[in-house]
């Protein structure tokens, strides 16, 4: 089955410094994933995705993610971390078995950036 | 603004009442998929149809139901409403094919069964 895993249920970074949020997957064939961000009290914003091309990819705000097929990781980057970026992050696999393509989310990433 | 839109944002309702919620995708996009979050299971997909027809369910209680109407815009419903039901539902949308598969997420309905 397919699946991601995020390692980390808290990620704590100073502003400025760099950041990155860790994601790896599980998936039978060729891997499409995809970022996502959510904020207090809404709905998840789609950062970025990787289908296929350069292992590096990148997305709205900043934010940039490193494939690596050896790896099995998908981690989600940004060179200079705002406090604005402060939020849960949700890393996801398509899951494209059967005759769905419905995302598979990690549980989940906190990232709190302190000023 | 993902372009997807539900209503009710909130909806406080008892136990063994029935609710529906609304979803309207982005233009163009045929695709249509309901999640559920939940703080002990997470994003949990519930059901997908794409322009018109169901096509595949996940874990969607048998007291759930869903349709797609022929303007696109959905309806999950939820029915003999149970305390485990709270959560936050949201719908999502996507064009569904050509390498455009990521969703675009509405802001979610959140519900309280007392």
């Known amino acids: 089955a397919q699946s991601v895993a995020q390692p980390e249920d808290q990620v704590n970074v100073a502003e400025g410094n760099p950041l990155t949020v860790k994601c790896t997957y599980s998936?039978?064939?060729?891997?499409?994933l995809f970022w996502y961000v959510q904020y207090p009290n809404r709905g998840l914003q789609f950062l970025l995705k990787?289908?296929?091309?350069?292992?590096l990819v990148k997305g709205s705000y900043g934010f940039e993610a490193e494939f690596n097929k050896s790896q099995t990781s998908f981690h989600l980057k940004k060179p200079s971390a705002l406090v604005s970026d402060s939020a849960l992050y949700f890393c996801?696999?398509?899951?494209?078995?059967?005759?769905?393509?419905?995302?598979?989310f990690g549980t989940g990433t906190r990232l709190q950036v302190f000023p | 603004d993902s372009g997807v839109t539900q209503t009710p944002k909130h909806l406080i309702t008892a136990t063994g009442q029935r609710v529906t919620l609304r979803c309207s995708p982005r233009?163009?996009?045929?695709?249509v998929y309901w999640y559920q979050q939940s703080l002990d299971q997470g994003l949990q997909f519930l059901i997908q149809?794409?322009?018109?027809?169901?096509?595949a369910k996940g874990n969607i209680l048998e007291r759930f139901s869903a349709q797609q109407f022929p303007d696109l815009h959905s309806e999950l419903n939820l029915s003999s409403l149970e305390l485990g039901d709270s959560a936050l539902y949201f719908c999502?949308?996507?064009?569904?094919?050509?390498?455009?598969?990521?969703?675009?997420f509405g802001p979610g309905t959140r519900l309280t069964v007392t």
């Open positions: 233009s163009g996009d045929l695709s």
């Open positions: 999502a949308s996507s064009v569904g094919h050509y390498y455009s598969y990521e969703q675009y």
């Open positions: 990787y289908i296929t091309g350069d292992n």
């Open positions: 996801a696999v398509r899951d494209a078995l059967g005759n769905t393509d419905k995302l598979i």
């Open positions: 998936v039978s064939g060729n891997p499409y």
């Open positions: 149809y794409y322009n018109g027809e169901e096509r």
